[in-house]
């Protein structure tokens, strides 16, 4: 049955069939972003939040996409909490893609984009949600009171059950939820009505993921497993240099092969329609396309690349400024001792283990379309089915499914697009699968990069002026991370040359901060130890003004026992970062098998200040993932193009870290804190590089200075 | 252009006996998710290279994605929906304690590889288990996680837990 909602009324909740559904409407936020909301409940979606059935079950929409980072648990874990629901009761299912109504907080509003990018998710959310859970709480104990004849400050509730205090009754939200008189708005609470944090029983505790059990027995749905009636599959050859048009050679000859019903021109290549994935791969691999000439991509060498760099870096035009402070030309001209390294980063792949696809059925006339797919920013890839088809975004139904991996990748939406022309030209739903082989040949990497760092140091030791350069490809990619606040250096210039090779750049987990710690981490141990000062103790000094920033690498200096004596034949290395508002420090501790040039990382240590926490072990779990991933694009990753293509085509020559590569002990600390959620995902990832090469530094005496640190680097820096 | 040979071959699923459309381009990975919608077996890299369609062959740790479907004629094949034995059951309840999968992509494949492992070692090493499973990719990085989930697994842990 559908709702009936009085577009006339602010009414905040509906009652029907199945209970009652919330909308999430807080405080002020209701009263300004009304008209939305009226607006959508006169179309056919209704903006409910969080549904009560008879029954007691309690429906939380996840607004999120769920990659792996446990926020679809997390979010509804915030609703809950705050509404006294039992946990038990709490069913979890993906909401409309309805920016205005399920998209991030934005500048102190629900309703910006649906983006799960950036480690937004949960710090996004949180006041919103906290405020939604104590409203609906709040709807509970009133509709009891009325029912009780009775004062709501006689009410307590607890596990999704209201209480009178001050006699044997109880009722339970299912029980309420059956005879709740449906008021014209939801109650407004403030900031003292949400609980106290020594009272929450949720938050911060240890709550078990609500996806995993699907992910463990298989029936996790991702869009690759999505079959819909009439479906064929599809598959594209790309462009080898990006931009490139494709010109089909053999047409007829593909056109006729077993099990393939068409064949479609894309402005960046040929796909292939067809009744299975393996007829479609033996018709691509039939394909004879010429490319078009005059790219810019043509013949781009990104070794030769690094070249360029060093000119740009070594020349006297400045480029975008970063960060500019004190007079660092003066600093350099009283120095007593001057320092300078260059640092190379290589281009990195996302290698999520779901290569991108899509599954998209356009109706016949065109002007319509269901999509099925797992996207970072679905929003955005809804709104990119409509613009291609010059339809309304409202027109365009799509379901976001688990995601097999996102890293950045997916909030690109280039495989939906693409799925959407050909569905489009064969007026049928297609399953468009990119093989591993595409998703690498026609990927979008964190960039390549040049640091040059120089930093100079006055009679004591002090730093007092730091000079910065990045070069590189991707433009604000290449910024984050590069700003270095919490070092009180009185005199920095960080400065920025990008240079588009035409070749694709993407976010890639923690974006330019992998790149960007590892070169300034890297950089203040090389000056620590020349001015034969402990790392820790030199980086305690710089962090002399930032007491929460030094709290955490006391931390982590504490948790590795620093000062104790590194076993014979191991090296240890330290770094600190910030990411999203999250604080890491991180120690490795390393071996390198001479013989080989191999570094193994034995033990990694890692303490987090990320504010409060909301699930604790799968912030551990996020930890620990982000520096397997981080010692993977130090160790091992690394795409290279020559002639304008890549070089790497599947895990045999783009290698990854395996299990092999986990370090024996792994040991994280989450500092507890009352302040505002911080992005988890991506918090250790930017630290690990620095720690091995400052780990490979204690050991050796020698600095790794391009990253990855492969075998043959290795080797070579050893001699 | 040319047609293929069209056939049928006759394989035990997860138990039953079953009937299979195939030609010589099927691949068992695409059967078992087409034709089957045994949709746990993933498919990632196509050439056996990161194990996130790994299922059991008579028993065995097998990769999917390049093994012809002829190739299983009379033989039994398991995938993650049907390893529902002993050693299946409790690795699946040591991932769900340890709290292992991120995106949870290549769990099924993990989950396969480790299977494979206990039924022949019931009380592998920490090396034992990192040679066994050096074939399976987990991008999120939760190998750290999945090498407690096995050591929890074992017959003497698991029921030691279980009388704790």
Redesign the interface.
């Known amino acids: 049955m559908a709702p009936e909602v009085n577009s006339r009324s602010r009414r905040a909740f509906i009652r029907n069939a199945g209970g009652v559904s919330f909308l999430i409407a807080t405080g002020t936020w209701f009263t300004t972003k009304s008209e939305v909301l009226r607006n959508r409940n006169e179309s056919t979606s209704i903006g409910s939040w969080v549904t009560v059935a008879p029954d007691g079950q309690i429906t939380i929409l996840n607004p999120a996409a769920e ?4 926020s679809m648990t997390a979010l509804a874990i915030i609703i809950a909490e705050e509404m006294d629901a039992n946990w038990k009761d709490v069913r979890i299912e993906n909401s409309p893609i309805e920016p205005d109504t399920y998209g991030l907080q934005w500048g102190g509003q629900l309703g910006g984009p649906m983006i799960t990018v950036g480690s937004r998710t949960v710090r996004g959310y949180y006041h919103a949600l906290r405020l939604a859970g104590a409203q609906i709480r709040k709807c509970f104990v009133q509709a009891a009171a009325i029912k009780w004849n009775t004062d709501a400050s006689e009410i307590e509730t607890r596990e999704s059950i209201a209480f009178h205090t001050s006699s044997e009754k109880q009722l339970t939200y299912g029980e309420i939820a059956s005879f709740m008189e449906v008021p014209e708005s939801l109650p407004s609470v403030s900031e003292n009505d949400l609980k106290k944090v020594e009272d929450f029983s949720m938050i911060g505790s240890v709550v ?2 609500y ?12 869009a ?2 999505i ?1 819909v009636p009439g479906m064929q599959y599809a598959m594209i050859s790309r462009s080898p240099v990006y931009g490139a048009r494709p010109e089909l050679d053999n047409e007829d ?1 593909v056109r ?3 099990g393939i019903s068409h064949i479609v021109t894309l402005s960046h290549g040929i796909g292939v329609v067809g009744e ?4 479609c ?2 018709a691509k691999r039939a394909l004879k396309i010429t490319w078009s000439q005059g790219n810019k991509a043509d013949g781009y060498d990104s070794r030769v690349a690094f070249d360029e760099y060093m000119q740009l870096a070594d020349g006297s035009q400045m480029g975008e400024s970063i960060t500019e402070l004190g007079d660092v030309h003066k600093a350099f001209s009283e120095a007593s001792k001057e320092y300078h390294t260059v640092f190379r980063n290589d281009f990195v792949y996302h ?5 991108l696809n899509a599954v998209v059925s356009v109706a016949s006339d065109g002007k319509s379309a269901e999509a099925w797919y797992g996207s970072q920013a679905p929003d955005r890839a809804r709104d990119a089915i409509a613009t291609e088809l010059g339809i309304a975004f409202e027109d365009v139904t799509v379901h976001n499914c ?6 950045g990748r997916r909030s690109m939406s280039d495989y939906v697009v693409e799925a959407t022309q050909i569905s489009e030209k064969i007026k049928a739903p297609v399953k468009l ?1 990119w ?3 595409d998703d690498v040949q026609y990927g979008a990497f964190r960039p390549i990069s040049l640091q040059s760092m120089s930093a100079s140091v006055n009679q004591k030791g002090e730093l007092t002026g730091w000079k910065y350069r990045i070069v590189g490809t991707g433009d604000g990619l290449l910024a984050s991370g590069a700003r270095v606040p919490y070092y009180s250096i009185p005199n920095k210039m960080v400065d920025l040359h990008s240079i588009d090779h035409g070749v694709r750049t993407k976010h890639w987990r923690s974006v330019g901060h992998g790149p960007n710690k590892y070169a300034i981490e890297a950089f203040i141990d090389q000056i620590a130890r020349d001015q034969k000062t402990d790392p820790f103790k030199f980086r305690k000094r710089l962090l002399a003004t930032s007491p929460r920033e030094l709290k955490v690498l006391e931390k982590v200096a504490e948790m590795c026992n620093w000062t104790s004596a590194v076993p014979e034949g191991r090296g240890r290395g330290m770094a600190f970062a910030e990411r999203s508002g999250a604080l890491v420090a991180g120690v490795a501790e390393i071996s390198v098998d001479k013989e080989t040039g191999k570094i193994k990382v034995h033990q990694f240590w890692c303490a987090m200040d990320a504010g409060l926490v909301v699930q604790p ?2 912030a551990i ?2 930890l ?6 981080g010692l ?1 694009s130090a160790l091992h990753e690394s795409i290279t193009f020559s002639g304008g293509v890549v070089q790497q085509s ?3 020559n783009y290698s ?9 002990n ?1 040991d994280i600390h989450i500092i507890p804190s009352q302040e505002n959620p911080a992005g988890v995902g991506e918090a250790s990832t930017p630290v690990v590089g620095a720690a091995i090469a400052n780990a490979f530094l204690d050991l050796t005496g020698k600095p790794l200075t391009h990253m990855p640190f492969t075998p043959d680097r290795v080797k070579m820096i050893l001699g | ?4 040979e069209k056939s049928t071959v006759s394989f035990k699923l997860n138990g039953k006996e079953v009937h299979a459309k195939i ?1 010589n ?3 068992l990975l ?1 059967t078992l ?2 034709q089957f ?11 056996s ?2 194990g ?1 369609c790994t299922i059991h062959l008579d028993g065995k740790a097998i990769r999917s994605c390049t093994l012809p479907t002829s190739a299983v004629k009379g033989k039994s094949v398991t ?3 049907g390893l529902n034995h002993e050693v299946g059951t409790r690795l ?1 309840e040591a ?2 304690n340890e ?10 494949g993990q ?1 396969m590889q480790a299977s494979a492992l206990l039924q022949e070692n019931d009380n592998p090493s ?1 090396e034992d ?3 066994h ?15 407690k989930a096995i050591q929890s697994s074992t017959k003497t842990a698991y029921h030691g837990s279980r009388s704790e």
């Open positions: 990659m792996g980072q446990g078990h993921r996806d995993i059990p699907g992910k463990v027995n298989g029936t996790a749905q991702y690759i497993d079959r000859e006729t092969m077993d299975s994935f393996e007829k791969l033996a290698a999520q283990m779901e290569p688990f995601l097999g991996g996102g890293f699968v093989t591993r082989e072990d799968n779990a996020q620990e993932g982000g520096i397997i991933l993977s599947n895990f045999h990854i870290a395996r299990i092999s590569d986990t370090p024996e792994i | 252009m040319y047609a293929l030609d381009q099927s691949i695409w998710r087409d919608a045994l949709t746990g077996t993933k498919f990632s890299c196509g050439m290279q990161c996130a995938t993650i929906e699946k991932w769900i709290q292992v999968p991120q995106c949870g992509y290549c769990q099924p989950i920490r288990i990192i040679e499973m050096e074939g399976v990719l987990c991008r999120c990085g939760a190998y750290y996680r999945i090498i």
